[in-house]
C-alpha cells in the first residue's frame, strides 16, 4: 500500500491551527464577512492581534481514501475523474483526509478486500469502506451538511449525459457516425443552460453537479484535444468559460491529474476502440 504524501489544505489547516492554540492558546473565531460559494475562509483573531486568513477546517481525523496512482509519476494522485469528484467535495466541505494510492494494473489483495469490485473511489466512513462517488458525495453531504453542496433536483442531471457522448466520440474510428455530433448536443444542451442559469449550474453557487462535471471535462479536454486534435467550440463561450472558472478553483488545482496520466489512461479505449 502506498500512503501518498499528499494532504488536504484541511490537514494542514487542522495541525496550524492546533499550533497556533499552542502559540496562543485564546484566540476567537470571526463571523464569515463573504457568503461567496469561492470563500471558506474566516478571520482568526488572538488577543496579540494577529489576523489570519484560514479555512474553516471542523476538526476530525482524516478520512482514509482509496485512489489510483499515477501510471507515469511515483507517489503521485492518478487520473480518475470519480475520485477527483469525491476529493473535491472533501476539500469543498474543507474535510481532511488521507490518500492510500493503489495500482489498478495489480492491485494489492488489501484494496480486493475492501473493493470487492476493485474500483476506486473509496472512502472509509464510520468505519466502513463505501465504495462509488455518487454514494460516497451523498454521504458526506449527510455526515458533512455544512457548507451545503447541494444540487436542487431540477438541475441534478444537468450535463449528465457528456461523460459517455465524450467516450463514444473518443472510441469513435467513423467520423460519420454521429458521435462528434451527439457530443456536441449535448456540451450545446450544457452552455445553453449555463447562459440562462450560470455561471454555474446552480447561479453563483458551487454544488455538487459543478464537482461533478468539472474532472469529466476536463478529461474530455486533454483526451480529445490529444488523440482528436478536437476542443469544444468557441462558439460554446458560456461553456468554455464555465470550464475555465472550475479548472481554476484551488480544490480543482489541487486534486487534478496529471495531464499524460490523463492521456496514458485513455489511450487502452482509443487503441482498443
Ligand atoms: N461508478 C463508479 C465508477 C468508478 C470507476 O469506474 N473507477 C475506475 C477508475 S476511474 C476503476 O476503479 N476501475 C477499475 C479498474 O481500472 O480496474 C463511481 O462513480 O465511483
Not at 507517489?75 to 476539500?91: A, K, S
Not at 478486500?113 to 469502506?129: F, H, N, Q, R, T
Not at 455538487?208 to 474532472?215: E, M, N, R, W
Request: glycine content about 6%; overall charge neutral.
Amino acid at each position: 500500500m502506498s500512503t501518498a504524501k499528499l494532504t488536504s489544505s484541511a490537514t494542514l489547516l487542522n495541525q496550524f491551527a492546533g499550533n497556533l492554540n499552542q502559540q496562543c492558546p485564546r484566540f476567537r473565531t470571526l463571523p464569515r464577512s463573504s457568503s461567496s460559494p469561492f470563500e471558506g475562509s474566516r478571520r482568526v483573531t488572538s488577543r496579540k492581534g494577529l489576523t489570519l486568513m484560514a479555512k474553516s477546517a471542523p476538526v476530525t481525523d482524516p478520512l482514509e481514501v482509496c485512489a489510483k496512482v499515477s501510471t507515469t509519476t511515483p507517489n503521485r494522485l492518478g487520473d480518475c475523474p470519480f475520485t477527483q469528484r469525491v476529493l473535491l467535495t472533501l476539500e469543498e466541505k474543507h474535510l481532511p483526509y488521507d490518500l492510500k494510492l493503489v495500482d489498478l494494473g495489480n492491485k494489492p489483495e488489501w484494496f480486493l478486500k475492501i473493493s470487492p469490485e476493485g474500483k476506486v473511489p473509496l472512502i472509509k466512513l464510520d468505519d466502513m469502506w463505501i465504495p462509488d462517488s455518487d454514494v460516497i458525495t451523498q454521504s458526506l453531504e449527510q455526515k458533512f451538511p455544512e457548507p451545503s453542496l447541494v444540487t436542487p433536483p431540477e438541475k441534478a442531471s444537468v450535463g449528465s449525459k457528456i461523460f459517455s457522448a465524450f467516450v463514444g466520440f473518443l472510441k469513435s474510428k467513423d467520423p460519420n457516425d454521429g458521435t462528434e455530433q451527439t457530443l456536441l448536443s449535448e456540451l450545446a444542451a450544457l452552455n445553453d443552460h449555463l447562459k440562462e442559469n450560470g455561471p454555474l449550474v446552480n447561479g453563483d453557487k458551487l454544488s455538487g453537479a459543478d464537482l461533478s462535471l468539472g474532472p469529466k471535462l476536463y478529461h474530455l479536454e486533454i483526451a480529445l484535444g490529444h488523440y482528436k486534435n478536437w476542443s469544444v467550440p468557441d462558439t460554446l463561450a458560456h461553456l468554455k468559460s464555465y470550464m475555465k472558472t472550475i479548472f481554476s478553483l484551488e480544490s480543482f488545482v489541487r486534486t487534478r491529474a496529471l495531464t499524460e496520466d490523463v492521456i496514458e489512461g485513455w489511450r487502452p479505449k482509443v487503441m482498443g476502440g
